[in-house]
């Protein structure tokens, strides 16, 4: 791992991004900052984080040869990777939200941003960015779903020691992704995916309440597929449905 440490940057993501324009970087460099300015998660949202009380980092992964139909397991390996390191603390009730938060007690404690530097048909490398609620005591009350792992288990966390456990992990099931070996990581993703087969109520992007069940997501193309009541199966993509 080629560490670098940013006392303050707009975006660790942003910042990897511009590094690989100009220089080739090792596989697996990583880009920590003790300060976001303009943190970013999915979908042009905004990811607020306390200074120095968190993890905010990016890592650059390259690959040989991954194709961009198959770019849905790397999100499988980057989430089941947060998840592993943070099972082994005991939080309770830890599951992975589609696509790919990481949820205690239905709390958001980690969020995940995915970015991919295309040629032709292939994936030639990732930007993997990682933001970790680790030390910080509260959240603004427009982020009441917000929780830290102090919050939820009421200790105080060493942050180097968690991003080497996570950098390992991802490691690990990235080469499980360099194998090919995508049921592996499909079978552990899905086992761990939260509200998988549990009869809930969501809202579509019209208000539309409906009750139905998450029953798996769909490789090809990334979107959740809910089983409605009907038994028939809808597809939706990010931002598409939420729960109710």
């Given at each position: 791992?080629?560490?670098i440490k940013l006392n303050a940057t707009a975006s660790t993501n942003s910042f990897l991004k511009e590094l690989s324009v100009d220089s080739s970087l090792?596989?697996?460099?990583?880009?920590?900052?003790?300060?976001?300015?303009?943190?970013?998660?999915?979908?042009?949202?905004?990811?607020?984080?306390?200074?120095?009380?968190?993890?905010?980092?990016?890592?650059?992964?390259?690959?040989?040869?991954?194709?961009?139909?198959?770019?849905?397991?790397?999100?499988?390996?980057?989430?089941?990777?947060?998840?592993?390191?943070?099972?082994?603390?005991?939080?309770?009730?830890?599951?992975?939200?589609?696509?790919?938060?990481?949820?205690?007690?239905?709390?958001?404690?980690?969020?995940?941003?995915?970015?991919?530097?295309?040629?032709?048909?292939?994936?030639?490398?990732?930007?993997?960015?990682?933001?970790?609620?680790?030390?910080?005591?509260?959240?603004?009350?427009?982020?009441?779903?917000?929780?830290?792992?102090?919050?939820?288990?009421?200790?105080?966390?060493?942050?180097?020691?968690?991003?080497?456990?996570?950098?390992?992990?991802?490691?690990?099931?990235?080469?499980?992704?360099?194998?090919?070996?995508?049921?592996?990581?499909?079978?552990?993703?899905?086992?761990?995916?939260?509200?998988?087969?549990?009869?809930?109520?969501?809202?579509?992007?019209?208000?539309?309440?409906?009750?139905?069940?998450?029953?798996?997501?769909?490789?090809?193309?990334?979107?959740?597929?809910?089983?409605?009541?009907?038994?028939?199966?809808?597809?939706?993509?990010?931002?598409?449905?939420?729960?109710?």
């Amino acid at each position: 791992m080629h560490l670098i440490k940013l006392n303050a940057t707009a975006s660790t993501n942003s910042f990897l991004k511009e590094l690989s324009v100009d220089s080739s970087l090792d596989d697996f460099t990583v880009v920590m900052a003790e300060k976001q300015t303009l943190g970013r998660g999915q979908m042009n949202t905004v990811w607020v984080s306390q200074p120095y009380k968190n993890l905010m980092f990016s890592v650059y992964v390259k690959f040989d040869d991954f194709e961009i139909r198959d770019q849905t397991f790397l999100n499988y390996a980057v989430a089941l990777s947060m998840y592993e390191v943070l099972i082994g603390y005991d939080l309770p009730k830890l599951a992975v939200k589609w696509p790919n938060d990481i949820l205690s007690e239905k709390k958001k404690v980690c969020g995940i941003l995915i970015e991919n530097i295309l040629k032709g048909k292939s994936i030639k490398a990732s930007i993997i960015g990682i933001g970790l609620n680790v030390n910080q005591e509260s959240f603004p009350e427009e982020l009441a779903d917000a929780a830290s792992l102090k919050m939820v288990l009421n200790k105080n966390f060493d942050l180097d020691k968690l991003l080497k456990q996570i950098i390992s992990k991802l490691r690990m099931n990235i080469n499980i992704l360099k194998d090919k070996k995508f049921e592996v990581l499909e079978s552990a993703y899905l086992n761990v995916l939260y509200k998988k087969n549990i009869p809930s109520m969501f809202k579509d992007t019209q208000n539309v309440l409906f009750m139905g069940k998450i029953v798996g997501v769909n490789t090809s193309n990334g979107k959740l597929q809910i089983e409605l009541s009907d038994e028939t199966i809808r597809e939706f993509a990010l931002k598409e449905v939420s729960f109710a």
